[in-house]
T-cell receptor, first 114, second 116 residues
Framework: DSGVTQTPKHLITATGQRVTLRCSPRSGDLSVYWYQQSLDQGLQFLIQYYNGEERAKGNILERFSAQQFPDLHSELNLSSLELGDSALYFC?????????????FGPGTRLTVL | AQTVTQSQPEMSVQEAETVTLSCTYDTSESDYYLFWYKQPPSRQMILVIRQEAYKQQNATENRFSVNFQKAAKSFSLKISDSQLGDAAMYFCAYSFLGGATNKLIFGTGTLLAVQP
């Protein structure tokens, strides 16, 4: 158990819908990262938050957005869903300080768009 | 832009034997981390081993060791005494040490099968 939790574990929805994925980082970790794992794109970085503020963006679609709340949990919002958004979405956290670069991954949320 | 390449989509090894998974990367930076992650059928991402680029000594974690060749930008993973539980997808990943973010850049993965 990495200490990072993600809910829900599975999500099945229809095209055009909107969903919210939730992540609770390890206690004390300030940085939260979101990654998408799909068959055609592989594992790719979406976005990072550090202590409530957006730190970096990767290959994140405009239909996707995220935020990190004062209690440091994060949510990834996916809207106007398309079939190609079906993927495993991971959240990872790390303390955020200099030095140790290890990220701890949650179990992922499996999103299926029908 | 940094890239990570894993040229072996699939590998197979006999139980108790040794196998080496290959990884090459491209970067213009000098300070970075390299990682090997294991993803079993449960889909959980598990850190196997990591290497800081400024360290010349190759990292070792029990049966897992790396061969880090900085000049060649090569980072291979050796699994000794392979066990059935080692069967999984293995991802090589890169992370720049400096800068505002320490995002991970992943390779495409190598699916390792362990034959009894």
């Amino acid at each position: 158990d990495s200490g990072v939790t993600q809910t829900p574990k599975h999500l099945i929805t229809a095209t055009g819908q909107r969903v919210t994925l939730r992540c609770s980082p390890r206690s004390g970790d300030l940085s939260v990262y979101w990654y998408q794992q799909s068959l055609d794109q592989g594992l790719q970085f979406l976005i990072q938050y550090y202590n409530g503020e957006e730190r970096a963006k990767g290959n994140i679609l405009e239909r996707f957005s995220a935020q990190q709340f004062p209690d440091l949990h994060s949510e990834l919002n996916l809207s106007s869903l398309e079939l190609g958004d079906s993927a495993l979405y991971f959240c990872a956290s790390r303390p955020g300080g200099l030095g140790d670069n290890e990220q701890f991954f949650g179990p992922g949320t499996r999103l299926t768009v029908l | 832009a940094q890239t990570v390449t894993q040229s072996q989509p699939e590998m197979s090894v006999q139980e108790a034997e040794t196998v080496t998974l290959s990884c090459t990367y491209d970067t213009s930076e000098s300070d970075y981390y390299l990682f090997w992650y294991k993803q079993p059928p449960s889909r959980q991402m598990i850190l196997v081993i990591r290497q800081e680029a400024y360290k010349q000594q190759n990292a070792t974690e029990n049966r897992f060791s790396v061969n880090f060749q900085k000049a060649a930008k090569s980072f291979s993973l050796k699994i000794s005494d392979s066990q059935l539980g080692d069967a999984a997808m293995y991802f090589c990943a890169y992370s720049f040490l400096g800068g505002a973010t320490n995002k991970l850049i992943f390779g495409t993965g190598t699916l390792l099968a362990v034959q009894p």
